[in-house]
C-alpha cells in the first residue's frame, strides 16, 4: 500500500512539473496582424516629369570647300522653353531659348573670315498675320417700287399709283486664314575673323504673332566664309520641338 502510494505522488509530480506544449509559431511567410499594412501614400507619388526645356542638339554639320578648307558647325546646351506673351493674346507665341553654338574653320594658313549667323525658325499651323484676320462684313440696301391700289366710294372706283420703299440688312463675320509659314528670326549676324567663331546665347525671349494652331520651333546656324574668289556656305538645323 505504501509502495503504490509513493508511485502515485510521483506520477502526480511530473505531470505538474511538465510544461504546457508550446503553441505553433505562425507562418513566416504571412502577414503580421499585430501591425498595420501600410499603404501608398498618394500625395508622395511621383507625378509627370516637368519640361524643363532642354533639347538635344544635333550632331554637327561639316562641308568641304572647293579651296580646300573644311566648316563644321556644331552646338551644346541648348534650351527652348516656351513663355506666357505679354499680350495675353492665344495667337501669340513666345519662347525663352538659350544655347552655345560653335563654328571651326579647318585649312590653308590664312585667317578666314566670313559671318556666322544663328536665329531660330518658328513654324505655324495657320499663320493670320498676313491675312485680314477677324472681321466684320454687312450689308445694307434699300429698294425703290411703284403699286396699283384702287379705291371705291359710293360705287365710284378710284385708281391711283402708290409708291414703295423697301430694305434689307444683312451682316457676318469672316476670318481670313492662311497656311502655316514658317517664320526665321535671326537672333545675331557676327561677322568673324578667324577660325573659330561662336555664338552664346542665354534667357533671349523670341516671340511671333498671329500664329493660330500648334507651334514648332528649332534653332539653325549659318557658317560662311568669304574670299575674293567666292564664299563656302554651310547650314545646320537642331531638333524641331512642338509647343
Not at 129 to 152: K, R
Not at 171 to 192: A, C
Not at 225 to 236: F, H, P, Q
Request: charged fraction near 15%; proline fraction near 9%.
Amino acid at each position: 500500500m505504501f509502495v503504490r502510494r509513493a508511485v502515485l505522488i510521483a506520477l502526480v509530480g511530473a505531470l505538474v512539473a511538465t510544461p504546457a506544449p508550446a503553441s505553433a509559431d505562425p507562418d513566416p511567410g504571412g502577414p503580421d496582424l499585430a501591425q498595420p499594412i501600410a499603404t501608398a501614400d498618394p500625395a508622395l507619388e511621383p507625378g509627370p516629369p516637368v519640361d524643363d526645356g532642354k533639347v538635344m542638339s544635333t550632331p554637327p554639320s561639316t562641308t568641304k570647300s572647293p579651296d580646300g578648307w573644311t566648316l563644321t558647325i556644331s552646338a551644346k546646351d541648348e534650351v527652348q522653353m516656351p513663355n506666357a506673351p505679354l499680350t495675353t493674346a492665344i495667337s501669340s507665341r513666345e519662347y525663352i531659348v538659350s544655347g552655345v553654338f560653335n563654328g571651326a574653320l579647318d585649312g590653308p594658313s590664312e585667317s578666314p573670315k566670313g559671318v556666322f549667323e544663328v536665329g531660330y525658325q518658328i513654324g505655324c499651323g495657320i499663320d493670320m498675320s498676313t491675312s485680314n484676320g477677324v472681321a466684320l462684313t454687312g450689308t445694307v440696301g434699300g429698294n425703290a417700287s411703284l403699286g396699283y391700289f384702287g379705291l371705291d366710294f359710293n360705287n365710284t372706283m378710284s385708281d391711283g399709283i402708290l409708291p414703295g420703299i423697301g430694305g434689307n440688312v444683312g451682316g457676318g463675320i469672316t476670318v481670313g486664314l492662311k497656311p502655316g509659314i514658317i517664320n526665321i528670326v535671326p537672333v545675331t549676324k557676327k561677322e568673324y575673323k578667324g577660325d573659330r567663331p561662336w555664338v552664346s546665347i542665354s534667357n533671349f525671349h523670341v516671340k511671333i504673332d498671329g500664329c493660330v494652331g500648334e507651334s514648332f520651333i528649332r534653332s539653325y546656324a549659318t557658317l560662311s566664309k568669304s574670299t575674293d574668289e567666292g564664299d563656302a556656305i554651310l547650314s545646320w538645323y537642331g531638333v524641331t520641338k512642338k509647343i
